[in-house]
């Protein structure tokens, strides 16, 4: 069975979990209700995914942002990839410049190799969820799946899970500790010939539209303005001076929007290019980089 994810954090996850081997906890932003008091969340040892970590592919190709008409493999998808991961670089760290800027081309790889296993003949398992770039990710596989006749099978994350006495509420993928996956299998379906033509149908819709990002509203996947989500840093930026990491880090620990912390460092830079967010003190790491509001 091969598995495929759209985000590199959660398919290491499901590497672990196919490997029969604990690599650590993910704990995340996942909350856990109890009582009306939050607590930390449980990991439970659900058992293990069977096959190995060579069976997990990474198609982790951002497609909620940026121009989708160019493909996958294009320089332009390339160089965007690596301009969101570069976003909390240190500038002097050339070891993760030169690892960051090889992301665009290993996900192309895995695409080579998800290619090679259908041509084999094997199943596929896709994992989304109904975070922006995991139903883009998931839209645009179908339109590759459509041109082949292997089984398809999709687990998608549920809203929340009831253990006990508590619940446990889900955004993606990526809060699932390795130790976890088995546990989603009871949520695995088959996918239709005609569900996929569907999806890719969908992708197709939000290419021609093709606009600078897309969301999930009201859980339909629509092309929004590139500004949508900006409203989540003007409602937590002030004229008081507050770290840059700790404003993002803030949005996503209260925001039940999965976009990445990366998004947040681009438009916040955006603005301070343009005059409407001060830096009080500079940093070569943008994220320690101390920011406010423009003053009057």
Request: glycine content about 6%; overall charge negative.
């Amino acid at each position: 069975m091969i598995e495929i994810l759209f985000y590199e954090s959660e398919a290491a996850s499901m590497k672990a979990a196919k490997n029969k081997i604990v690599i650590g906890a993910v704990n995340g932003p996942t909350s856990v209700f109890a009582a009306g008091k939050k607590i930390p969340p449980q990991k439970p040892f659900t058992g293990w995914i069977e096959g190995t970590s060579e069976e997990v592919i990474c198609l982790g190709f951002m497609l909620d942002i940026g121009n989708i008409k160019e493909p996958v493999d294009s320089v332009y998808r390339k160089e965007l990839i690596y301009s969101m991961y570069a976003q909390n670089q240190w500038e002097q760290d050339i070891e993760w410049d030169n690892e960051i800027n090889k992301a665009g081309e290993i996900y192309i790889r895995e695409l080579f190799r998800l290619k090679q296993f259908l041509n084999q003949g094997e199943t596929v398992r896709i994992w989304y969820s109904d975070a922006p770039y995991s139903r883009c990710g998931f839209y645009h596989l179908c339109q590759i799946l459509e041109k082949y006749e292997n089984e398809i099978r999709v687990v998608k994350i549920p809203e929340y899970v009831v253990r006990e006495k508590d619940i446990t509420v889900y955004k993606n993928w990526n809060e699932v500790a390795a130790e976890e996956f088995a546990g989603f299998l009871s949520f695995e379906k088959s996918l239709s010939k005609e569900e996929v033509r569907m999806y890719s149908s969908l992708w197709n819709d939000l290419v021609e539209d093709n606009s600078p990002l897309r969301a999930v509203v009201n859980g339909k996947v629509l092309g929004v303005p590139e500004d949508f989500y900006d409203f989540q840093i003007w409602k937590r930026l002030t004229k008081k001076p507050v770290k840059e990491a700790r404003l993002i880090g803030d949005i996503l620990g209260y925001s039940q929007i999965s976009i990445g912390d990366w998004w947040y460092a681009k438009r916040i830079e955006h603005y301070i290019q343009h005059k409407k967010i001060c830096v009080v003190e500079d940093s070569v790491n943008k994220y320690a980089r101390m920011i406010c509001l423009i003053k009057d």
